[in-house]
């Protein structure tokens, strides 16, 4: 089967306060090429497309023309939302798997990405995700309704992996209908379609304020024993 990672990077990064993108944020090297390279590097993983800001693409092809990347078949614009971004992306690729990806999630793991393309040949479409550690209150004007069963709670990651019939099928009827969906798979769920659960990790952070940036450096330096500064 055909696999093609689309790497949504064309976020405003408004809550990260820099003055560029956040993905050409350094970690030793810019985010956006960790995470790239955790695709590029992966066995299954047959193509990559990259989806950015209109105006980051230059800035982009020249952080990606310093390193070699093989699967990196094109990068296209994004449009005025995430999910208008993921459907350029979507329209774009030509295969059997579809993986969605936040260039913001560097620390993807090998394992996450093979387990997600597994369930969704098995099952059509999967979701990389972590069980809730803390507990939920469900808040009505600052007064708790109540709590919520932290058990039956998962925290959605990417990548999210599907069919490609089926996200296409998804994001088409999404845009006939004018529903905007808060990820991927909310718009394969309104479509009747299971989303198998793939158990991901917490390290799979996605960063997008400056404690997040901090943290990811940290699991940087753990995993490879040095700074990322």
Same mark, same amino acid.
């Given at each position: 089967m055909k696999t093609t990672a689309i790497i949504l990077?064309?976020?405003?990064?408004?809550?990260? /306060?820099?003055?560029?993108?956040?993905?050409?944020?350094?970690?030793?090297?810019?985010?956006?090429? *960790?995470?790239?390279?955790?695709?590029?590097?992966h066995k299954l993983i047959n193509e990559i497309i990259v989806v950015v800001n209109k105006r980051d693409l230059e800035a982009c092809n020249k952080i990606i023309e310093k390193n070699i990347f093989k699967k990196l078949r094109k990068i296209i614009v994004g449009g005025?939302?995430? %999910?208008?971004?993921? $459907? !350029?992306?979507? /329209?774009?690729?030509?295969? =059997?798997?579809?993986?969605? *990806?936040?260039?913001?999630?560097?620390?993807?793991?090998?394992?996450?990405?093979? !387990?997600?393309?597994? =369930?969704a040949i098995n099952y059509g479409a999967s979701v990389v995700a972590?069980?809730?550690?803390?507990?939920?209150?469900?808040?009505? !004007?600052?007064?708790? %309704?109540?709590?919520? =069963?932290?058990?039956?709670?998962?925290?959605?990651?990417?990548? %999210?992996?599907?069919?490609?019939?089926?996200?296409?099928?998804?994001?088409?009827?999404a845009k006939r209908d004018g529903f905007f969906g808060k990820d991927d798979s909310s718009l394969v769920e309104r479509l009747g379609y299971k989303i198998r659960i793939?158990?991901? *990790? $917490?390290?799979?952070l996605k960063i997008t304020t400056p404690d997040d940036l901090v943290i990811a450096k940290h699991i940087f330096k753990k995993n490879n024993g040095d700074y990322y500064d």
């Open positions: 990077a064309a976020g405003k990064a408004k809550r990260m /306060m820099a003055d560029k993108n956040k993905l050409f944020l350094e970690l030793r090297k810019p985010i956006l090429i *960790h995470t790239i390279g955790a695709f590029e590097n005025e939302t995430r %999910q208008q971004s993921s $459907y !350029n992306g979507v /329209m774009e690729a030509d295969s =059997d798997i579809i993986l969605i *990806h936040d260039g913001a999630r560097p620390l993807v793991t090998e394992d996450s990405i093979t !387990n997600s393309i597994r =369930d972590v069980p809730l550690k803390e507990t939920v209150k469900k808040v009505d !004007n600052c007064f708790v %309704q109540n709590t919520l =069963d932290r058990d039956a709670l998962w925290i959605a990651q990417t990548p %999210q992996t599907f069919k490609a019939d089926i996200i296409k099928k998804a994001h088409e009827t793939c158990r991901g *990790h $917490y390290e799979n």
